[in-house]
């Protein structure tokens, strides 16, 4: 963008427009995880509110550009070249209605926020591991919660949308006015529109207990034996997730992280097959509050470069056991299987693009990008376990946990990937609105 283009959008909003090499626009342009490049894009928009937000597609539109927002960047993919970045951090109100177990998030709001303004009711959110990871973005792309094993998808619980559309006009979109962008919406990505601000429901949480086990290492088939048992037989209350970590300056160890819907007394009968495990060397169980989400795997808050892979597993059998508990990790720093089914496996008719997930595992593999040489040598492991899984490996991915180089192809089966087409091609022809995988 040439500095009378960027002049004339500074003309148009009251936030701040900054261009490639002004003062700034370094710091601006970065996302949160840093191992992903956006220094490409042709200018940043630090939005007011949502007209500013607007008055940037409107002008994105005029000049032939395209834009794509960003709270802080956790789900980045680098595929925003020459485009107009969008970030929407200061759209940051939030209302909490709890006789209607509802709450409004505007598109800054983190689930930090809204947890903590909840819990007091007993009530929650469908939150995920992390309190700093944006309501929306975490919801467009269909958002695995704690509690998605009772509810679904954290998209699930929306029940309407603010955007600015393609055309640059602000609208509310919810599933009479317009159902076949709302279902798009909710899981299927931000190709369609940018959300200003999120309606969902709440749900009740006034008995909720959750933590982490760590062992070590020596003890990962006998965790990773118990976590079989366990999700053999759990109800949709309980979300458990088994990991091997390899954190620096730390011995290899093992963890069963978990959230249990129910009283302490509850989980603890359903948990009695680890605490048949010796060796264990921290053990935070007890009884949360919905704030207190964060802490089970104290997720970090600081942004960082880290690759990412996740798959999702057709069975976790003895087999399987085997190669995911065989040699080291390194260089990643986790290995991890979290429990699906319940819900989220559920074919209904009110679901949004995220749709229904048959396979009862997901396997998330984490490593940190410090450099070229180690994010290569990440890859490669990350490959070489895939490749060892072989035919488990279903080759899905659900459209929240994609990845650097990985499309929208991999997330959505063909009749729904069809069905986002044609709802794109329909709403924006002229590819005004870009999302981090745009489908």
Do not use: C
Request: glycine residues 12%; without cysteine; negative net charge.
């Amino acid at each position: 963008m040439d500095e009378m283009s960027g002049n004339e959008l500074r003309g148009r909003v009251s936030g701040r427009v900054l261009l490639p090499g002004e003062d700034g626009f370094d710091a601006a342009v970065l996302p949160w995880n840093r191992a992903v490049g956006q220094s490409a894009v042709a200018a940043v928009v630090e939005a007011a509110n949502a007209d500013d937000v607007a008055a940037v597609v409107r002008h994105a539109r005029g000049a032939g550009l395209s834009v794509s927002a960003q709270p802080s960047g956790h789900g980045a993919s680098g595929n925003i070249e020459g485009v107009i970045l969008v970030r929407t951090a200061a759209l940051d109100r939030l209302e909490v209605l709890p006789e209607r177990r509802l709450a409004r998030a505007g598109a800054g709001v983190t689930w930090g926020r809204v947890q903590a303004a909840a819990g007091p009711y007993g009530l929650t959110g469908l939150a995920g591991t992390s309190p700093v990871v944006s309501v929306t973005g975490y919801t467009l792309g269909g958002g695995l919660s704690w509690f998605s094993r009772r509810y679904g998808w954290g998209a699930d619980g929306v029940r309407a949308f603010e955007v600015v559309d393609a055309d640059g006009e602000r609208r509310r979109i919810d599933a009479e006015s317009d159902p076949e962008l709302f279902w798009a919406l909710r899981g299927g990505g931000g190709d369609f529109a940018i959300v200003t601000e999120v309606e969902f429901e709440l749900y009740p949480a006034a008995d909720l207990y959750g933590g982490r086990v760590i062992w070590p290492e020596a003890r990962a088939a006998e965790v990773l034996d118990a976590f079989r048992e366990i999700t053999a037989e759990a109800p949709p209350e309980l979300s458990l997730w088994f990991s091997r970590l390899n954190i620096p300056q730390t011995p290899p160890m093992v963890a069963v992280d978990l959230a249990h819907l129910g009283t302490a007394d509850e989980a603890r009968e359903l948990l009695a097959r680890l605490d048949k495990i010796g060796g264990v060397i921290s053990d935070t169980r007890g009884t949360l509050s919905p704030a207190d989400l964060g802490d089970i795997t104290k997720d970090p808050a600081d942004p960082a470069p880290v690759k990412s892979r996740t798959e999702l597993l057709a069975r976790l059998d003895d087999e399987v056991a085997g190669i995911l508990l065989a040699g080291p990790i390194d260089p990643l720093i986790n290995v991890q299987v979290r429990h699906l089914g319940g819900a989220l496996a559920e074919d209904r008719p009110d679901r949004g693009a995220a749709g229904a997930v048959a396979e009862p595992y997901l396997l998330y593999t984490l490593g940190p990008a410090l450099n070229p040489e180690l994010a290569a040598a990440i890859d490669d492991r990350q490959r070489r376990l895939v490749a060892e899984l072989g035919g488990v490996v279903t080759g899905r991915k659900p459209y929240t946990f994609l990845g650097g180089g990985e499309t929208a192809e991999a997330a959505f089966p063909a009749t729904a990937l069809d069905r986002l087409r044609a709802i794109k091609h329909a709403r924006d022809p002229r590819g005004v609105i870009r999302a981090n995988f745009p489908v």
